[in-house]
């Protein structure tokens, strides 16, 4: 009989959410009986405040484990047993095992991001990057850059004060990377010297469309990385390829999140080739 598994998505918004059939479908390619739901708050007519009880049920219920998106990935933290060292460096959860009778929160975010920049831009200068977004995706790309071994990184947002804390609380983790946050209005400048340059604000989704970066500010001497998944090519990844940059979207983070995540759920290495094709087609 196959291995059967029951895993979830707990946020709001997300009842278009891809991700159920990117894990059903890799699940059934290895042969398990697998089964991934939504549990979207907002239809459900529930809070984060009831999200300590809905993941002791999903424990008591047997699930194998939980995706955890906004608004809750700070907030579950309390609920859990331990924390995989890299979760509890960044302060932020969105992948949540049961084994053993325990909850142990992981994160995937940073982890998707990397392994998409190692895959998609091999030998990318990371001399000097500069990340325009400073929110819960620019914290966990930000993350991956100074893991990485960026030379400086640069964080730029609207909001100066988020750019800052962030700044503040990587630097303590990665003392050796030259990390500081600059203005909206330092933008031209610090992207004048960049090598490369991450893009993690909201602008370019449907619901947000444009681009973040004028056209002008951009030239070949950089790579441009995309959070941005939905569309695939935002109007900045347009601009960068028109410019000649080195481009990189933000479809493959959200399928390596996935991917790391099938693989903490079902012990198996998940093809990640497949799951990109699986996503390009839905
Ligand atoms: P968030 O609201 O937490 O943070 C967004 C940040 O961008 C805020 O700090 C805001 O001040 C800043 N900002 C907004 N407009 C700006 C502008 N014009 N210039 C400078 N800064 C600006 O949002 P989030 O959760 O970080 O999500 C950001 C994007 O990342 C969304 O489009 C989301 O879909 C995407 N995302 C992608 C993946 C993936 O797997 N590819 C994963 C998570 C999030």
Redesign the pocket.
Known sequence: MPESLLCGLIGTGIGKSLTPAMHEREGAEHGLTYQYRIIDLDSRGLTVEDLPRLVSTAADLGFRGLNIT?PCKQRVISTLDGLSEDAARLGAVNTVLFADGRAVGHNT?WS?FDRNFGRGLPGADIGEVVQ???????AAVAYAMARRGAGRLTL????PL?AQQLRDSLSVMFPDVDIVSAG?DRLAAVLDTATGLVH????G?VEHPGS?VPEALLHPRMWVAE???RPAETELLAAASRVGCRTLS?TG??VF?AADAFEIFTGRIADADRMIAHMSAL
Do not use: F
């Open positions: 906004h975010d998707g325009l977004g400073a929110g819960g995706a620019g730029v947002d609207a909001d988020r909206l993690a604000t909201p602008i989704m973040a959070v941005v998944y933000g983070m959200a999140q």
